[in-house]
């Protein structure tokens, strides 16, 4: 089965710099890759996901980028806020199965 | 107000008992979803269903038990045969049958003593 690497497991920052997550995957046939953002004490939400026809894609600060030859994809967060502070989950998974959740990585932003 | 409502959001149970976790959604949602978080493991899939009446094992099945008789409902019972089911349990559901974005309810805490 699908099985999904997640780096690093803590990330500091100062505020405005940028942020790089990167996950790797197991499973060629993996064509969609969400990323969550989860609060403390919330619920994750999505904040962009990429499919695998697609190699990058941006929404405001935030951009996805996929290399589906070396079967990795990154989260990158330009211009780092407090508010980015947070639990950041990659995932993957083919059409129609089910999503495969890397391990996490807590981002923290210094003011 | 449409969402995923879990309940209730802090359990405790003694060794031995089962407990049943509820999850309920008025989004109109096709498939729904149990997830176990534990600190450094990430969301692990336990079991899911993509229609009424059916549903299909996770990765850690082993210990729970779920029911698809509605849409709108896919309660949790964590059995006592669980060897370890103390955990932060989330229920998501999502539109279709296939991947795409899961709506999480707020999480129920479950605490064996």
């Known amino acids: 089965g699908e099985n999904v690497e997640q780096h690093p497991s803590t990330l500091s920052v100062q505020e405005g710099d940028s942020a790089v997550i990167k996950c790797t995957y197991s499973d060629s046939a993996s064509n969609y890759f969400p990323w969550y953002k989860q609060e403390l004490g919330k619920r994750p939400q999505l904040i962009i996901d990429i499919r695998s026809n697609v190699g990058e894609k941006k929404d405001q600060r935030i951009a996805v980028t996929l290399n589906k030859t070396a079967k990795h994809f990154s989260l990158h967060i330009t211009e780092t806020q407090p508010e980015d502070s947070a639990v950041y989950f990659c995932?993957?998974?083919?059409?129609?199965?089910?999503?495969?959740f890397g391990t996490g990585t807590r981002l923290l932003v210094s003011p | 107000d449409g969402g995923i409502t879990q309940s209730p959001k802090y359990l405790f149970r003694k060794e031995g008992q089962n407990v049943t976790l509820s999850c309920e959604q008025n989004?109109?949602?096709?498939?729904m979803y149990w997830y176990r978080q534990d600190p450094g493991q990430g969301l692990r899939l336990i079991y899911y269903s993509q229609i009424v009446n059916d549903f299909q094992k996770g990765d850690i099945a082993e210990g729970y038990s779920v029911s698809r008789e509605k849409k709108e409902s896919f309660p949790l019972t964590v059995t006592s045969a669980q060897k370890n089911p103390t955990a932060f349990y989330l229920c998501?559901?999502?539109?279709?049958?296939?991947?795409?974005?899961?709506?999480f309810g707020e999480g129920s805490r479950l605490t064996v003593l």
């Open positions: 998501a559901s999502s539109p279709g049958q296939g991947p795409g974005e899961l709506f």
């Open positions: 995932a993957a998974s083919r059409s129609f199965q089910k999503l495969v």
């Open positions: 989004l109109n949602h096709d498939a």
